[in-house]
């Protein structure tokens, strides 16, 4: 969707909040070796017999060779490194109780609310949008509106890792119509419940964490920076190589809620060959329409699943376009990597946060800009999704 004959549009703040406990490569593979040690010394003769699999070792320089992954926030690490639970413990929390994810939330929107200079007076929608909520409802949105004491609406919406920006499309579109006037989108990821930490292939992925941007229109902003929104881009295709089955159908087919199926589970190699290029070509066409090369970009927030993935972007977004222009990046093609954060990457200290990547790519890499540079934030992800935002610094 253009901008044209609409109202100004601009992102006037964003906030990380991340969870007090971190774990390393080393410390989560020494614990999954060590379960998956004593699952096959105890069913050895099953395995000899090839009746049950045996479970593979997991390597600490595999995952960051494979990913770019170090480590990652969790908010409860305990239950993870623990061989006899393997999955995060959280103390329950009664109904009258501010739940888990609004305080996720809450953590994050007090940051880009602050960086934005608004109260909760100034806000009049709240969209939670995330891989994955902990209740149907009452949305979390509307608690996390009622914490703040934010008069107006709020809803949650689903979008595995493209949540953050089909969020924020939504909140542009509320904006550009008149529906809303001040937007707070969230992206409270609660995701290591989800993760299967039993699973070689999938248990170094994910982190906990949560962002927040305050969209508005630039006429009520009260910093005069900012970046302004020039224009917003969406597109899916079905696939099951990305999938997490869990769900209250469960309980009439009968079927393990939380069996292996139910969790996270993918085709990571799969994604990694059929997502790369059609990233590419949806950033590349959406510069189009904005009659930009993507030389003229100053910076690629992308989403943050695996450092390798993101350079294969890059190439293939680079690749047969003649030299660099205004602005452009050179001979350097925007890889992401040590040599500059031209599509900066976060993964190694948060690994994936699902939705939250670009956000927190974008809120610690977006200072050093110049008025007038622009930039796009691109998510990709399950469904397949992918969507972007071009934005220009004011
Ligand atoms: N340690 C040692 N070896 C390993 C490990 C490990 N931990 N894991 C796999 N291996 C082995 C494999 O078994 C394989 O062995 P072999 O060759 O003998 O079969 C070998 O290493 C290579 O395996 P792969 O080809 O699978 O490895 P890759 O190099 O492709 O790397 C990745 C695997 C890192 C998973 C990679 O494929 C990847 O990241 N792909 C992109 C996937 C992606 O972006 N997915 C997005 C999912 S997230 C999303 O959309 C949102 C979901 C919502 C959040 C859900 C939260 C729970």
Redesign the pocket.
């Known amino acids: 969707m253009k901008a044209e004959s609409k109202p100004t549009i601009v992102i006037s703040g964003s906030g990380v909040w991340t969870p007090p406990d971190t774990i390393t490569n080393e410390e989560l593979?020494t614990s999954y070796n060590a379960w998956a040690e004593r699952f096959n010394r105890i069913h050895a003769a099953a395995i000899k017999a090839g009746k049950t699999e045996e479970m593979?070792?997991?390597?600490a320089r595999?995952?960051e060779k494979?990913?770019g992954i170090k480590s990652r926030f969790v908010y409860a690490k305990e239950g993870i490194l623990d061989i006899d639970r393997m999955r995060p413990k959280f103390p329950e929390r009664k109904a009258g109780e501010l739940s888990l994810q609004a305080e996720f939330a809450l953590h994050a929107a007090r940051k880009a609310m602050e960086k934005a200079n608004k109260s909760s007076s100034d806000i009049d929608a709240v969209i939670v949008s995330c891989?994955?909520t902990q209740r149907a409802f009452p949305a979390i949105a509307i608690e996390v509106q009622d914490a703040l004491g934010i008069t107006g609406f709020g809803f949650d919406m689903l979008m595995?890792?493209s949540a953050a920006t089909f969020g924020l499309h939504r909140a542009f579109d509320s904006l550009a119509s008149g529906s809303a006037k001040c937007v707070l989108a969230i992206n409270p990821e609660v995701?290591?419940p989800?993760?299967n930490w039993c699973d070689?292939?999938?248990?170094?992925?994910?982190g906990d964490i949560s962002t927040a941007v305050i969209m508005e229109r630039a006429d009520t902003a009260a910093t005069g920076n900012g970046f302004e929104v020039l224009s917003t881009r969406a597109a899916t295709f079905f696939s099951s190589n990305?999938r997490?089955d869990f769900g209250h159908v469960s309980r009439a087919t009968d079927e393990d809620p939380y069996g292996r199926e139910k969790?996270?589970h993918?085709q990571?190699?799969k994604?990694?060959e059929e997502?790369s290029p059609k990233a590419a070509s949806h950033i590349k066409e959406h510069l189009a329409e904005l009659g930009l090369s993507p030389y003229e970009v100053r910076r690629f927030w992308l989403?943050q699943?695996?450092i390798?993935?993101n350079n294969m972007v890059m190439k293939h977004l680079f690749n047969g376009l003649e030299g660099g222009g205004k602005g452009g990046r050179g001979g350097r093609h925007g890889l992401c990597g040590p040599d500059g954060p031209d599509a900066p990457t976060i993964i190694d200290r948060y690994a994936?946060t699902?939705s939250a990547g670009v956000i927190i790519a974008f809120d610690q890499y977006s200072q050093d800009l110049e008025k007038g540079d622009v930039g796009i934030i691109c998510s990709f992800?399950?469904g397949y999704s992918i969507g972007s935002l071009v934005l220009r610094k004011r």
């Open positions: 593979v593979p070792i997991s390597s595999f995952i494979a990913s891989a994955y595995a890792c995701v290591t989800m993760v070689r292939d999938s248990h170094f992925i994910f990305i997490s969790l996270f993918q990571g190699r994604v990694f997502v989403h699943a695996n390798n993935m994936n699902a992800g399950a």
